[in-house]
């Protein structure tokens, strides 16, 4: 996108962030939408700060991820206010003044002391919308979070403007330069610290700035869910990798798996092969009007079939879900939005008025109940795991003999897959974000 493109995108972005709020305001009763963008926390009995993460409220507004202090105000027909902290400060860099395309759609102030926030926020808190944290409070202007406004945020920030897709698109590229990464020091022979590090230098990023911890598993740690562990060491045998790792641009997330095995003829890259073409028919699902609980119950059948086909459970597809079985194999939700949080919010509101759409019963890890619309970016995220915990439930139930456990013996030495891309959701055929990057970097 050229800079002209982006200015653009942007002050298209910053329109719907004014129109969304002012209705959000109108359904609250309120007459102005206050917003801090958040404060430092410090661990307890000790003078160390925790990584500073900003108010998701704050960076729907602009592509500022690092200004605690500062403050968006919204009020209905004029150029928003952003109050911008930038403090005397000669121990730590301070932000810089704010630049860039975003800025003239702001009257920007800009302070040297939080506490001087108060004398450029509106005069009377009492009809202020304040989104954010109880510890961004100053004076009267306490977060009260009201949840007509909050609703009504949250189900339309399902919705992304065109500059969200575009921050959202950068952010994939990030991520995939570090896959790539990642992948050639696994087939060196690292160790999962040494691959987060090379995840880490090909993206330029680290755990302050990642959407989330990486998830680096070698071997049988590839069937633990969310393994944040990072051997430091390589195992003596290294059979399969699985990692989940992404990358931020401009407060905007990408969320990414990919499994290998380190023998391309081994069966486990075979069943890997068919959960990543199995994962290319549900990224197809997510077209406007698809009820997202169904690409989720359908992901099941996929991974069903997969567990027929390749002889670990001797049961039909249909069974193994109504069952349960095949939840011990695939025990997640297909996924979620994506945007400003990795699991982005407004996964189950029913309206932008709120309630709640349950996930189906059985499958309690689903985080996005919604039908589709245009715009909507989901990740679609199917998984077969070998887990000691979920594999004994399974020997213990009922169903034990339908499973070829040889088979299951043969197989959980190589942890588990997962292939996760971020899809977006058009009038027309979806687009692969995630698929785009890996095409674009060869
Ligand atoms: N990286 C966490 C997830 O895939 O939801
Ligand atoms: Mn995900
Ligand atoms: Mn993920």
Redesign the pocket.
């Known amino acids: 996108m050229t800079t002209q493109d982006l200015a653009q995108a942007y002050a298209h972005h910053v329109g719907e962030m004014q129109r969304r709020s002012t209705q959000a305001l109108e359904r609250g009763g309120f007459d102005r939408l206050v917003v801090p963008s958040g404060t430092l926390h410090y661990q307890l009995f000790d003078d160390r700060d925790y990584p500073y993460a900003v108010n998701p409220q704050f960076k729907a507004w602009a592509p500022l991820t690092r200004n605690p202090g500062s403050w968006v105000v919204h009020t209905p027909g004029e150029k928003p206010t952003l109050i911008y902290l930038q403090p005397f400060d000669y121990w730590h860099v301070v932000p810089e003044a704010p630049a860039g395309y975003w800025v003239e759609h702001f009257d920007v102030v800009v302070i040297r002391k939080p506490e001087e926030a108060l004398q450029h926020l509106p005069k009377d808190a009492s009809h202020c919308a304040i989104l954010g944290e109880a510890q961004s409070a100053i004076g009267d202007f306490v977060p009260n979070n009201p949840p007509a406004v909050v609703n009504h945020l949250e189900y339309h920030r399902a919705i992304k403007t065109p500059y969200e897709i575009a921050m959202m698109r950068a952010a994939s590229v990030r991520g995939v330069r570090g896959h790539r990464a990642a992948e050639r020091a696994f087939r060196a022979g690292s160790s999962e610290f040494g691959i987060h590090l090379a995840y880490c230098q090909a993206a330029r990023q680290d755990a302050n700035d990642l959407p989330y911890s990486n ?1 680096i598993g070698l071997n049988e740690h590839g069937a633990v869910l969310h393994y944040t562990e990072r051997d430091r060491l390589p195992p003596a045998d290294i059979r399969s990798f699985l990692i ?1 790792a ?1 990358g931020s641009h401009d407060g905007y997330a990408s ?3 990919r499994s290998y095995a380190f023998d391309p003829a081994c069966e486990f890259q075979s069943m890997i092969d068919a959960v990543d073409a199995a994962e290319q028919r549900l990224c197809d699902r997510v077209r406007a009007g698809v009820d997202y609980k169904q690409i989720h119950l359908d992901a099941h059948l996929e991974m069903a079939t997969i567990l027929r086909d390749s002889g670990v459970v001797d049961m039909s597809p249909e069974s193994m879900v109504e069952t349960g079985v095949s939840a011990k194999f695939f025990p997640h939700g297909i996924g979620h939005y994506i945007g400003l949080q990795v699991h982005d919010v407004g996964g189950f509101l029913a309206s932008d008025e709120g309630g709640r759409i349950d996930p189906p019963d059985g499958h309690p890890f689903l985080r996005l109940t919604r039908v589709l619309e245009p715009g909507a970016v989901v ?1 679609i ?1 199917p998984g077969i795991y070998f887990a000691d915990l979920l594999l004994q439930e399974l020997r213990d139930g009922e169903h034990a003999a339908a499973v070829d456990w040889d088979k299951v013996d043969t197989l959980r030495p190589y942890g588990g897959i997962r292939i ?1 891309d971020d899809v977006v959701c058009t009038d027309g055929d979806p687009i692969n974000l995630t698929r785009e990057a890996f095409a674009a970097l060869g």
Request: overall charge negative; proline content about 0%.
């Open positions: 998830i989940d992404g969320d990414i798996t990740t995220e996760e």
